[in-house]
């Protein structure tokens, strides 16, 4: 799919709803932006509920920490 949105002055624009409810954006949401060298990404942060029963495969037990701690700083 291909959505064309406008960006106002204050460098705002509108995620389309439907990428909204696949992505399960909402107010509130943090985005990462990347710079792929090709564009720009945006990609939802996990929230420490994301996180809940994650994996070895993810991070160890330290790191895992060390994101949700962070992850609950920002949520204050």
């Known amino acids: 799919m291909r959505y064309e949105v406008v960006v106002t002055r204050?460098?705002?624009?509108?995620?389309p709803?439907?990428?909204r409810r696949k992505y399960a954006i909402e107010e509130?949401?943090?985005?990462?932006?990347?710079d792929t060298g090709d564009?720009?990404?945006f990609k939802p942060t996990?929230?420490?509920?994301?996180?809940a029963?994650?994996?070895s495969?993810?991070?160890t037990p330290?790191?895992?920490?060390?994101?949700?701690d962070r992850l609950r700083e920002e949520d204050l």
Not at 10 to 15: L, N, R, V
């Open 57 to 59: 495969d993810v991070a």
């Open 10 to 15: 204050k460098g705002q624009t509108t995620i």
């Open 46 to 51: 996990p929230t420490t509920a994301d996180l």
């Open 17 to 19: 709803a439907e990428l």
């Open 53 to 55: 029963g994650s994996g």
């Open 28 to 34: 509130g949401t943090r985005l990462v932006v990347v």
């Open 39 to 41: 564009g720009i990404l």
């Open 62 to 68: 330290e790191e895992m920490k060390r994101i949700l």
